[in-house]
């Protein structure tokens, strides 16, 4: 919200070298969050001249200058600066005549962009100043000609300063309104809060208007869909105003402050209502009463119904949208935009107001359903008073008949829907306890009086009717921070919680925060993604159609699913550094997957207030809860190694998706089993399935290998991309509640090579595990160092050579004993798979 500084000094007492800053620190103390200052950028010499005559210059290029003559000081006399009181400027506008008022900046003048003027010479002349348009002096985007100050309605003295005459001067505080506060988004709100914060006197702007009662009008109000156990509208005043001039210019004072407080002027008649909507919250809208056609209802929208809105866009409405119609259909989404069937122009004569109060809820998703975000909705779904409508209806009857030089009639209607309000219970000692604050009971009852409340004190406590301006005060806690927060926040005493005793983090957390430690150290870089995907990402790494989460409202059209899989995410990752030059990736990321054991639907209504849902209820609500597991995943691409001299790059593949599982799972304890698998999306010959013992039995949590090359073409990424993913939760069922630490042998070690030849279709994995098996305890570790194909080796077969390491713990092996435990392995392997000795 900004706040223009002399808008607000005339509400509160407000100091007079008051800054923007100054304003912002003292907002700052009641809750309020500040954001910036604003003004328009211009200084002077800006003063008022008039033209005297000019001279019509065609130029080479097609464009046709004047030269003019123009007065910027009374005759005989020292312009502004310092200079004569006749100067020739060049102009490019053809909008003026001879005689009319302008506005001069003169050399020394700095306009918006830090343009600073100064005696240029330019198509043959030498330009002493600039007549200056709206836009160059930051008060609207209108460049077609320059100022002509009658048509402001304006006629200064000649040499007058026109930052003043314009109130260019003015400055504007901005702070940030939280969406509890929605009364901050008016003048009337920031100055009720400057004042609890400065102790100032606060004049409410309702003092400025006088609603007089009307009738005639013939207003309905069918909403037949209450949200929240009330309708739509509980608060509708027609105010009307005849015979209205709409070409009457817009006083330059209300264009300085609309603009500086982030509206630019559209019309007369709109420019009001948008300038009380700011002062007083309420948001109001402007008919052209001649357009309407029969009477006004405030309705839900009919199936199939559509409505033209002020932007020029054809909407269909949805049967739960509030709309105003008159009898020929609908003529505004309530609460969010008018129609452009009603809507005032320079040729509308009469003029009907509207001033309501809306369900909040309602108008947010009518705001979001038709992704039409505005000033009043904004307003709306915070909360409005809904005791201020009569007021700003009159406010802006007052402002027509000034400066539109209306008629005001008591031609009209009013209804109001009356809202029972619930006293809230603030037992006596409860602020203090809470805040750790002492505070007195006059000055509990003094803070709530102070913030609008009214306070009955009765025995043991208080019971507090909020202000109709506070929608959001519902509990004793809120109470209780709004006494905190005009008691001043400094009063607050700073102490450390004492931590409870407990016993640290459980097993999943340690066992998490171990795998990403240790995946972290070894290199891999931690990425974080989006958990919205496409529906085709979800079915990347699926060979049949998989339940979903899908999202009801989006972020982005085409990701409106919940990830059951983090490797497409991974991919996108990827895919974006490699656009911006980052080949060599080792990345990774941790986070929940959701998987829906069946279609998730919507759930019934639970109720509201303070009814507590039945166990049923609660069960049906848990029931569409998806599981939720933790995943890890991670891609590679690019050289694992680079090139250097005398070493060769090496480039990443699926040996590095299966040493990041095995190093993982080394980290909390799991030992872990290759075995081969074709899973969808991934290479067929250069992927396996990770499998644990959980249990007793064997049990498959992940994947690790090389995408489909396929899969890969089609992300833009390289032929070969190592990937894998496992389900944490999987594992860590597997891992042991306590790592021990292994028995540390010194006796010293025998290796030997083995090179066994298979057929192709023997998995290596499985051959070194019967190696394993054959070779008894003896064997300390066995490890494939080689994959041949080739010459000397059969064809349809190839030749695994197998680093072994034999150790005994009582004694040295001899190479006698390590021999007889190979041949052993060799024999096994023989039987299993019809495995040779390769020559």
Not at 8 to 20: I, R, S
Not at 64 to 84: L, N, Y
Not at 337 to 345: A, F, I, K, P
Request: aromatic fraction near 6%; charge should be negative.
């Amino acid at each position: 919200m900004r706040v223009p500084l002399s808008w607000l000094a005339e509400y509160v007492d407000v100091p007079g070298d008051a800054t923007p800053d100054s304003v912002m620190a003292e907002l700052v103390k009641v809750g309020l969050e500040e954001e910036g200052s604003h003004g328009f950028d211009v200084t002077g010499p800006v003063v008022v001249g008039e033209v005297l005559e000019f001279s019509e210059e065609p130029q080479t290029n097609g464009k046709t200058i004047r030269w003019c003559q123009v007065r910027v000081a009374a005759a005989g006399q020292k312009a502004a600066d310092g200079g004569d009181d006749v100067r020739g400027i060049v102009c490019g506008a053809s909008n003026f005549e001879v005689g009319d008022k302008v506005v001069v900046c003169l050399p020394g003048a700095v306009l918006p962009g830090d343009f600073k003027i100064a005696a240029r010479s330019t198509y043959g002349h030498v330009s002493d100043g600039m007549m200056a348009s709206a836009r160059e002096l930051n008060l609207s985007d209108d460049h077609a000609g320059i100022i002509r100050l009658h048509e402001l309605g304006l006629d200064p003295k000649i040499g007058t300063d026109a930052l003043e005459l314009l109130q260019l001067t003015e400055q504007a505080a901005e702070v940030n309104v939280t969406p509890d506060r929605g009364y901050c988004f008016s003048i009337r709100g920031i100055a009720r809060e400057y004042a609890h914060a400065t102790g100032g006197e606060f004049r409410d702007p309702i003092g400025n208007a006088h609603p007089e009662s009307t009738s005639g009008f013939n207003l309905k109000i069918e909403d037949q869909s209450p949200i929240r156990g009330r309708q739509g509208c509980h608060r509708f005043v027609l105010r009307s105003v005849k015979n209205v001039d709409t070409k009457r210019p817009t006083p330059p004072w209300m264009v300085a402050r609309l603009k500086l407080a982030g509206m630019r002027s559209i019309s007369l008649i709109v420019d009001i209502t948008n300038y009380v909507m700011l002062e007083m919250g309420q948001p109001l809208h402007a008919y052209d009463a001649d357009k309407l056609q029969g009477g006004i209802t405030v309705r839900r929208a009919n199936a199939g119904e559509t409505i033209k809105t002020l932007d020029g866009q054809e909407r269909k409405l949805n049967v739960e949208d509030l709309v105003i119609a008159d009898d020929a259909g609908a003529i505004g989404i309530a609460g969010v935009m008018g129609g452009e069937r009603t809507e005032v122009s320079d040729a509308t004569v009469n003029v009907m107001i509207e001033a309501a109060n809306f369900d909040p809820i309602s108008i947010a998703r009518s705001a979001r359903r038709h992704k039409l975000p505005s000033e009043a909705s904004k307003r709306y779904e915070r909360g409005v008073d809904n005791n201020v409508a009569e007021y700003a209806a009159a406010r802006v009857v007052q402002l027509l008949e000034v400066q539109a030089l209306g008629t005001s009639e008591s031609f009209g209607a009013d209804f109001r829907e009356h809202i029972e309000q619930t006293p809230i219970w603030l037992p006596v000692n409860f602020a203090t306890e809470l805040v750790g604050v002492e505070y007195s009971a006059e000055e509990t009852v003094s803070i709530l009086n102070q913030i609008g409340c009214v306070v009955a004190t009765v025995d043991g406590g208080y019971e507090v009717i909020a202000p109709s301006w506070r929608p959001d005060l519902t509990h004793k806690t809120d109470l209780v921070e709004e006494i905190a927060r005009i008691g001043g926040y400094e009063r607050i005493p700073s102490r450390l919680p004492v931590a409870p005793p407990g016993r640290g983090l459980n097993a999943k957390q340690k066992n998490r925060r171990a795998v990403v430690n240790t995946l972290a150290g070894s290199g891999h870089v931690e990425v974080l993604t989006y958990p919205f995907v496409s529906a085709s990402a979800n079915q990347l790494f699926s060979a049949n159609k998989i339940a979903t989460v899908k999202l009801a409202n989006p972020l982005q059209g085409d990701a409106d699913e919940m990830r059951v899989s983090i490797l497409p995410g991974l991919i996108d990752a990827a895919k974006r550094n490699l656009s911006r030059g980052l080949t060599d990736l080792a990345i990774f990321e941790e986070g929940s997957v959701f998987l829906p054991a069946a279609k998730v639907g919507a759930n019934a209504e639970l109720p509201v207030g303070n009814q507590r849902p039945s166990e049923a209820q609660l069960k049906e609500l848990n029931d569409t809860v998806p599981a939720q597991p933790h995943h890890v995943a991670g891609i590679f691409t690019g050289n694992r190694t680079a090139q250097q001299v005398g070493v060769k790059s090496v480039e990443s593949g699926y040996a590095d998706a299966i040493h990041a599982v095995r190093v993982l799972a080394k980290s909390v304890g799991v030992p872990v089993e290759l075995r081969q698998a074709q899973p969808t999306g991934f290479h067929p010959g250069r992927t396996a399935e990770i499998v644990v013992t959980i249990q007793g039995k064997e049990v498959v949590i992940g994947v690790a290998g090389e995408l489909d090359p396929t899969v890969a073409a089609n992300h833009d990424l390289p032929r070969r991309v190592g990937a894998f993913e496992i389900n944490l939760e999987q594992l860590f069922e597997a891992a042991p509640k306590v790592i021990q630490a292994g028995v540390l042998l010194t006796m010293p070690a025998a290796t030997q090579d083995l090179s066994l030849v298979v057929a192709n279709e023997v998995p290596a994995g499985e051959l070194l595990s019967v190696i394993r098996e054959g070779a008894g305890d003896l064997l300390e570790r066995v490890v494939l160092v080689d994959d041949y194909r080739g010459a000397n080796v059969a064809e349809g077969h190839k030749s695994l050579t197998f680093a072994l390491r034999f150790r005994a713990a009582d004694r040295t092996l001899t190479q006698v004993e390590a021999s007889e435990a190979r041949d052993k392995a060799v024999e096994l392997a023989h039987l299993r798979f019809g495995a040779t000795l390769r020559a």
